[in-house]
């Protein structure tokens, strides 16, 4: 299990997370998940820290599951004895479930397949380069999406495109991601990780307590609450806000023609 195969580094207030097996086209291994897995508890835990960047090393993104590896039988007897301890570390690690209450940014160069797109989807703000490529491509190797897929991209984008992406397993361009509101900006090629840390700067520029909030509506509160519901949801975890000193601090800057000063308070 090598722990190099994940890199995790913060800078300030945003932490960077790594994928880094460019030789095998960033495809999962235990090292990688243990560590997206130890990176995502941080990031929840760690009250400095506001937002992460998920990126992978050189030009590719995520290939999904090491298929050579499972092929050839292949077993990890220290991640399997991770797994014992916390046997959902997988699924944590690629955000099926347990996501931090903190936003999340991708940086998507080149291919983002398989699990590379299962991940994605767990992800709030995605930035694609021209070049890169997605797909659920688990049936045509006789497998299944079981990082959220099957229930999370119909949501996410038109069903009827969806249902193609998934029973055809084809190949998806950043152009049409970006048509489908699969990603949120497509940028040049080598280009990503800038873009997603200038997003990643102005998110930090808001008020934490604003941001925590926005993310508890975001992943709890879905289009299965009726709209009564979800808007009294709304009053309940937006309110506090305003009795906060950050709710002081925004306006008193604003009169003052000064960047205002947020402590999370």
Not at 19 to 30: H, Y
Not at 151 to 164: H, M, S
Not at 226 to 243: D, N, Q, R, Y
Request: proline fraction near 5%.
């Amino acid at each position: 299990m090598n722990p190099e195969h994940c890199l995790v580094e913060r800078e300030g207030h945003v932490l960077t997370v790594t994928l880094n097996r460019p030789e095998a086209k960033n495809a999962l291994s235990g090292g990688m998940l243990a560590g997206m897995y130890r990176a995502w508890r941080l990031l929840d835990e760690d009250p400095d820290l506001r937002v992460a960047v998920l990126t992978g090393r050189g030009d590719v993104f995520c290939a999904g599951a090491d298929l050579k590896a499972m092929g050839g039988g292949q077993k990890d007897e220290e991640f399997q004895k991770l797994m014992a301890e916390v046997p959902d570390l997988h699924w944590q690690a690629l955000l099926r479930h347990n996501r931090p209450l903190k936003p999340i940014i991708a940086a998507v160069e080149g291919f983002a397949v398989a699990g590379g797109t299962e991940i994605l989807q767990g992800t709030d703000i995605r930035v694609a380069a021209e070049d890169a490529t997605f797909g659920v491509t688990e049936a045509r190797r006789g497998l299944f999406p079981l990082g959220g897929s099957s229930v999370r991209l119909r949501r996410q984008i038109p069903y009827t495109l969806a249902a193609e992406i998934l029973l055809t397993g084809r190949h998806v361009t950043a152009q049409e991601a970006l048509d489908f509101g699969l990603v949120g900006r497509v940028v040049p090629s080598g280009q990503t990780l800038d873009e997603a840390r200038k997003i990643a700067a102005e998110i930090c520029e808001n008020g934490p307590l604003s941001i925590r909030a926005l993310m508890r509506m975001l992943r709890e509160i879905d289009e299965s609450y009726p709209e009564a519901v979800a808007l009294e949801k709304e009053l309940e975890i937006g309110g506090p806000v305003f009795a906060s000193k950050d709710a002081r601090e925004g306006p008193r800057a604003f009169a003052e023609k000064r960047k205002p000063v947020y402590r999370g308070e």
